[in-house]
Each structure stands twice: as structure tokens, then as C-alpha cells.
């Protein structure tokens, strides 16, 4: 089996969980990875057995034995690595958000055009089975036209502090369920209009609570609450509510899909993103990946999720921050 050798820029808590998911693929070779942090590069390279290191990305985008890279960076930080690596002839595989504004979502788009290698933004929730399995059932026509979408994507306010001074709720998070109506409604957002609230000392808003009108009529409500009770059982409560005119979807990832209770109390692992199953990460993300490298070696390139696609999510989540800032409705 031929195994591509593939490149992570970028060892945050993400960047981890992308080594171990490619570590986890058979026909995938971890073979670099990147970051200006010596000591992380250290036990990266430790853990995961790791040929190569670097910590300048131009350095790593030179080595002709670098197949693929998966982009794990800051979200302001994407343009000009993703750029490099198109141009430098690797396939890319970027994390959402795309950019960090319209400009940068435009100009990687040009450079993946024209690029020799694939290139793809890691919309994770497409790639979670209750997700795609209601994307089928709308496609198949069995609840009418789309006419009401609502979804929550709560998170325990430790989880929400430890990324609220990089990213905020509604482009952080709402992002998710922004391409996910979008995708299920076949349709993108005419209006926006958002509201937050920030109570802690964060350079980003604690929640964030945004509404479209879509062009197709539909009505969609979007909650992405940073700061639920961290004595909560579970860190995420994922749900998503379709309606249509002659029938609806319920989707609800999160608790009492597994509860454990135990002398510390009640927990829920994940069941759906990144679940360790017979001590080998599984899931949704491993999935994703495993799909992009099965691109690459067949030589067919992603149609999942394409890079317009992606940045439609990015351009109505900035309108809804722009709405959340001005208190007024944003026309698309």
C-alpha cells in the first residue's frame, strides 16, 4: 500500500488531533511536522515518531518527499501558508475557518485554481454520520422544502476561555452550523443579524446568537453559548433542528448518547469527533482526513465541501459579527 507522506502545520490542542488521526490512517505516513516552538516540535516528533521537524513552514513546503499538509494555524494566520504550500505543489488541507476576512478567502481560492495539488477546508460536521445522514434524507425530498433550521453549539466555559482572546463564538463555532444549513438548504444567507454578550475579560464576546433569512425563504436561528456551567457533564451540547414543509429532522450530539457516572460524577465522552476505540483515534476527523488522502491517491479531487462553499460560511458569519457590532440587520 502506498502511503502519502503528509506535513502538519501548526502543534496547538488541533494540530495534536490531526497527528493522531493521520497516525491512525494506514495508507498515511506522518512524515513532518511544524512550528516555532522547539520543545513542542520535540514532543511531537517523540510521540508520534516524526522524520522530520521544522520550524519554518517555507523550509518544510521545500522538501520534495512533502506529499500533503493539513494547515492547523490561528485562523488570521491561514492566507499565506496555504498559499505557499498550493504554490510549492502540495495538496492542502486547511482547517475552518477559511480567512479571517473575504480578501484572503478570495486569494487562497485563486492559488487552489491554478494549483497542481487538491485542495480542501476541513468542514468536520459534513463527515459526522447523523449530519450526512439528514443531508441524504433532504436530498431524497422526504421533508419538503426547508422553511426553519435551528441549532446550538453550547460549549463549558473553560473550553470557551481557553480560545475566547483568538476567536469568538459566532465565527468560531457558528461557522459549523452557518455551512450546515447552507448545505442541507442548497440556498446562502440574504440577511444577518446577530447579537452577543461578553461578561468576561476576553478580547471576544462569551456568546454569540445570529439569524438569517436565506434566499430560498427560510428563517434560521444559530446559538453558540461560550460559557455553560463547567460542571456540566458534557463540553459540547450539539443540537440541530430541521424544518420543512412536510416533515422535520432532529439531530442531537451530545448527551445521553453516553453517560458515565462514576465516584467523580457524571461525564459523556465524545462519541462522534475524535473517540479513541481500541486504543486507535476514530471518528469524524479521522474520517475527513482519511477521505482527503483517498483523493490524493486515487487522483480525484474533494467534492464534499468545495472552497466557494467555505467561504459562503466565512461571509455570513462576518456579516453576523458585523450585525452583533453595529445592532443592525447586514444585507449580503
Not at 487562497?108 to 468536520?124: L, N, Q, R, Y
Not at 469527533?273 to 491517491?297: K, M
Request: aromatic share 8%.
Amino acid at each position: 500500500m502506498r502511503k502519502v507522506k503528509y506535513a502538519v502545520l501548526g502543534l496547538g490542542w488541533f494540530g495534536e488531533k490531526h497527528c493522531e488521526a493521520l497516525a491512525a490512517i494506514p495508507n498515511v505516513e506522518l512524515y513532518a511536522v511544524c512550528t516555532r516552538n522547539p520543545e513542542r516540535l520535540g514532543d511531537i516528533q517523540k510521540k508520534f515518531g516524526v522524520s522530520k521537524v521544522f520550524s519554518d513552514y517555507h523550509e518544510m513546503l521545500a522538501d520534495p518527499e512533502v506529499e500533503a499538509v493539513s494547515i492547523t494555524t490561528m485562523w488570521e494566520q491561514h492566507a499565506a501558508p496555504a498559499i505557499a504550500a498550493l504554490q510549492a505543489g502540495k495538496h492542502v488541507f486547511l482547517e475552518k475557518p477559511m480567512a479571517s476576512n473575504l480578501a484572503d478567502c478570495d486569494a487562497i481560492i485563486d492559488a487552489a485554481k491554478t494549483a497542481k495539488g487538491f485542495f480542501m477546508v476541513g468542514h468536520i460536521c459534513r463527515f459526522n454520520p447523523r449530519y450526512a445522514a439528514a443531508k441524504q434524507e433532504i436530498a431524497a425530498g422526504k421533508i419538503g422544502r426547508i422553511i426553519s433550521m435551528y441549532s446550538r453549539r453550547n460549549l463549558q466555559a473553560w473550553v470557551g476561555a481557553s480560545v475566547l482572546d483568538k476567536i469568538g463564538p459566532i465565527i468560531g463555532d457558528c461557522v459549523h452550523d452557518t455551512d450546515l444549513m447552507f448545505w442541507f438548504s442548497g440556498s446562502r444567507a440574504i440577511s444577518a443579524y446577530a447579537q452577543t454578550v461578553k461578561f468576561r475579560a476576553h478580547a471576544n464576546p462569551d456568546l454569540g446568537q445570529v439569524m438569517y433569512r436565506l434566499e430560498s425563504g427560510a428563517s434560521c436561528i444559530l446559538e453558540s453559548v461560550w460559557c455553560m456551567p463547567n460542571a456540566m457533564p458534557y463540553q459540547i451540547d450539539e443540537r440541530l433542528e430541521v424544518v420543512g414543509t412536510e416533515g422535520s429532522i432532529s439531530i442531537h450530539d451530545t448527551h445521553p448518547n453516553l453517560m458515565i457516572v462514576d465516584k467523580d460524577g457524571a461525564r459523556c465522552p465524545d462519541t462522534t469527533y475524535w473517540p479513541i476505540i481500541h486504543g486507535q483515534l476514530r471518528g469524524a476527523l479521522r474520517d475527513e482526513l482519511s477521505y482527503f488522502v483517498n483523493c490524493i491517491t486515487v487522483g480525484t479531487a474533494p467534492s464534499v465541501i468545495t472552497a466557494e462553499e467555505s467561504r459562503e460560511a466565512v461571509r455570513a458569519c462576518l456579516a453576523a459579527e458585523e450585525s452583533a457590532a453595529s445592532g443592525e440587520v447586514v444585507k449580503l
